[in-house]
């Protein structure tokens, strides 16, 4: 069964920024389309970047031009670059492929306070 391990997130002032990283134990990493998603309280879980196999990234509307997905195949990871910060960006973040493939992981917490 395949394992989903996120990290990176923590405690950040507005304006900060912080690198998360997923890391899949899966076999062959590299065949997957990945996406980074969020979960804010009270709100469903919602999609926030996408990677393809190929290398071409989609964003949501809110965090364009302030995040950036990438991936390392062979490191089987792929990252979330968040700068500039907002409170708003405060939530669980998950990876998972873009058709949730796999099992969701326990997420990383992201808090963007003052």
């Known amino acids: 069964q395949v394992q989903l391990v996120e990290s990176g997130g923590g405690l950040v002032q507005p304006g900060g920024s912080l690198r998360l990283s997923c890391t899949a134990s899966v076999r062959v990493f590299s065949v997957y389309d990945m996406a980074w998603y969020r979960q804010a309280p009270g709100k469903q879980r919602e999609l926030v970047a996408t990677?393809?196999?190929?290398?071409?990234?989609t964003y949501a509307d809110s965090v364009k031009g302030r995040f950036t997905i990438s991936r390392e195949n062979d490191k089987k990871t792929v990252y979330l670059q968040m700068n500039s910060l907002e409170p708003e960006d405060t939530a669980v973040y998950y990876c998972?492929?873009?058709?949730?493939?796999?099992?969701w992981g326990q997420g990383t917490q992201v808090t963007v306070s003052s």
């Open positions: 990677i393809t196999r190929g290398g071409s990234l």
């Open positions: 998972n492929t873009p058709r949730v493939n796999f099992n």
